[in-house]
């Protein structure tokens, strides 16, 4: 069986834009690397899971490719990133991802992201003076804006609603109780919201941000409250010794949960300026010591989510430029995809299919690796729960069909 190297774009596949033509940014990009595998591999797209009635989510995703139904296996968006960050769950402790955020006097959102501000441990600090009665309130750094935050403490239940709307322009939401359990912890919640916006107002930082006309992080935004769950780990399930490459502490979460060995890389932030050379170098350094090696890249995604299609495009041919490190490795599968598409005009997750190649194969007539090309490839499409059991078949030599 050859070795798998699997990489994941996260947001890969984007709208048609107007300014390029009607082209998405990939199709649009210089990719010769990306064409060269896709010509010379299978090609096709896959369909995102996703829950009715809303849009791909990026845990969802990755669960699926990764061959694991997010309705059983899901823990909650909050202990992926409490994981991703490092932290030690227990078994009764309530995880929660969030996000500083700019809200007016009447809090109304004003930036969901405060100005994807990255200097945030200042504030955090702050934040971990708050004492409440009976309860342990952890908050720690994942990278940018983002945080996790977690409760310890006796019955308290993640059965809370979150007090983002994703949207701006809008007052921020309470959070409430989906069951009477769940009361508790809805008020500690509130409590400690109504504290720490108190602290973030007239903080020092903030107040210099403001000086320098920068948006103050002012707010924290919760949501993906969730309890450690047990499931079978990827080598159990699988029999595959699997390692991952992330600098987002989503993606780290996921590894880790699903007991994969970090490989860590200078520089991998998550962020545009992420170390992309190093992560591909790394992985085929690694490669002889693992069968599976799962390689995480954010940045297209959070260019997408800003509306910024010309710094997508621009990314992914930066991008390009660095995967070529991985093309003709001996007995090694390399498969390219994304978790799910993400729209620049919309500025959100959207339902399209996403691209994929698996490399080696017998060589597609198509021109370019991209949405509308990979549309005709040999491997039509694909479920996303059925990606996995496609890539290690195609790894062991068995048809594709």
Same mark, same amino acid.
């Given at each position: 069986?050859?070795?798998?190297?699997? @990489?994941?774009?996260?947001?890969?596949?984007?709208?048609? &834009?107007?300014?390029?033509?009607?082209?998405?940014?990939?199709?649009?990009?210089?990719?010769?690397?990306?064409?060269?595998?896709?010509?010379?591999?299978?090609?096709?797209?896959?369909?995102?899971?996703?829950?009715?009635? +809303?849009?791909?989510?990026?845990?969802? *995703?990755?669960?699926?490719?990764?061959?694991?139904?997010?309705?059983?296996?899901?823990?909650?968006?909050?202990?992926?990133?409490?994981?991703g960050?490092?932290?030690?769950i227990?078994?009764?402790?309530?995880?929660?991802?969030g996000?500083?955020? *700019? /809200?007016d006097? =009447?809090? @109304?959102?004003?930036?969901?992201?405060?100005?994807?501000?990255?200097?945030?441990?200042?504030?955090?600090?702050?934040?971990?003076?708050?004492?409440?009665?009976?309860?342990? !309130?952890?908050?720690?750094?994942?990278?940018?804006?983002?945080?996790?935050?977690?409760?310890?403490?006796?019955?308290?239940?993640p059965?809370?609603?979150?007090?983002?709307?994703?949207? /701006?322009? /809008?007052?921020?939401?309470e959070?409430?109780?989906?069951?009477?359990?769940?009361?508790? *912890?809805?008020?500690i919640?509130?409590?400690?919201l109504?504290?720490a916006?108190? !602290?973030?107002?007239?903080?020092?930082?903030?107040? +210099?941000?403001?000086?320098?006309?920068?948006?103050? $992080? =002012?707010?924290?935004?919760?949501r993906?409250?969730?309890?450690?769950?047990?499931?079978?780990?990827?080598?159990?399930?699988?029999?595959?010794? $699997?390692?991952? &490459?992330?600098?987002?502490?989503?993606?780290?979460?996921?590894?880790?949960?699903?007991?994969m060995?970090?490989?860590?890389?200078?520089?991998?932030?998550?962020?545009?300026?992420?170390?992309?050379?190093?992560?591909?170098?790394?992985?085929?350094?690694? &490669?002889?010591?693992f069968?599976?090696?799962? /390689?995480?890249?954010?940045?297209?995604?959070?260019?997408? #989510?800003?509306?910024?299609?010309?710094? +997508?495009?621009?990314?992914?041919?930066?991008?390009?430029?660095?995967?070529?490190?991985?093309?003709?490795?001996?007995?090694v599968?390399?498969?390219?995809?994304?978790?799910h598409?993400?729209?620049?005009?919309?500025?959100?997750?959207?339902?399209s299919? @996403?691209?994929?190649? &698996?490399?080696?194969?017998?060589?597609?007539?198509?021109?370019?690796?991209? #949405? +509308?090309?990979?549309?005709?490839?040999?491997?039509?499409?694909? $479920?996303?729960?059925?990606?996995?059991?496609?890539?290690?078949?195609? $790894?062991?030599?068995?048809?594709?069909s």
């Amino acid at each position: 069986m050859k070795k798998i190297i699997f @990489v994941v774009i996260d947001g890969l596949g984007d709208d048609q &834009i107007p300014e390029f033509d009607f082209q998405t940014p990939l199709e649009f990009a210089k990719t010769p690397n990306l064409d060269f595998l896709a010509k010379n591999g299978f090609c096709g797209l896959v369909l995102p899971w996703q829950e009715k009635g +809303k849009l791909p989510t990026s845990e969802d *995703t990755h669960l699926a490719l990764f061959g694991y139904d997010p309705k059983k296996s899901n823990p909650g968006r909050g202990v992926l990133e409490v994981l991703g960050i490092g932290e030690k769950i227990k078994k009764d402790d309530i995880c929660f991802r969030g996000n500083f955020a *700019t /809200v007016d006097k =009447n809090l @109304v959102i004003i930036d969901r992201r405060a100005g994807r501000i990255e200097n945030t441990l200042p504030l955090i600090q702050s934040l971990e003076k708050i004492k409440l009665k009976k309860v342990k !309130i952890i908050i720690k750094r994942a990278f940018g804006h983002r945080i996790g935050i977690i409760l310890r403490g006796k019955n308290l239940s993640p059965k809370v609603t979150s007090n983002d709307p994703k949207k /701006v322009g /809008v007052k921020v939401l309470e959070v409430k109780a989906l069951n009477k359990k769940a009361q508790k *912890t809805a008020k500690i919640l509130n409590q400690f919201l109504e504290i720490a916006h108190a !602290i973030l107002e007239i903080h020092p930082l903030n107040k +210099k941000r403001k000086l320098k006309a920068l948006l103050p $992080a =002012n707010y924290l935004l919760i949501r993906g409250a969730g309890k450690l769950k047990k499931i079978q780990s990827f080598k159990e399930r699988y029999n595959l010794k $699997a390692a991952f &490459i992330a600098g987002g502490t989503l993606y780290k979460g996921i590894g880790r949960y699903l007991k994969m060995k970090e490989i860590k890389v200078k520089g991998a932030t998550g962020l545009v300026n992420t170390n992309l050379k190093g992560k591909f170098l790394a992985a085929k350094k690694n &490669i002889p010591k693992f069968d599976f090696i799962f /390689v995480h890249i954010k940045a297209a995604d959070n260019l997408a #989510e800003d509306g910024n299609f010309k710094g +997508k495009k621009e990314f992914l041919e930066r991008l390009d430029k660095e995967i070529g490190i991985l093309k003709r490795l001996n007995n090694v599968q390399i498969v390219i995809t994304g978790d799910h598409c993400t729209s620049s005009l919309n500025k959100a997750h959207s339902q399209s299919k @996403v691209p994929i190649l &698996i490399y080696p194969g017998k060589g597609e007539k198509i021109n370019k690796f991209c #949405e +509308k090309e990979c549309k005709k490839g040999a491997l039509g499409t694909i $479920a996303q729960l059925d990606v996995l059991k496609k890539v290690i078949a195609l $790894a062991k030599g068995q048809n594709i069909s």
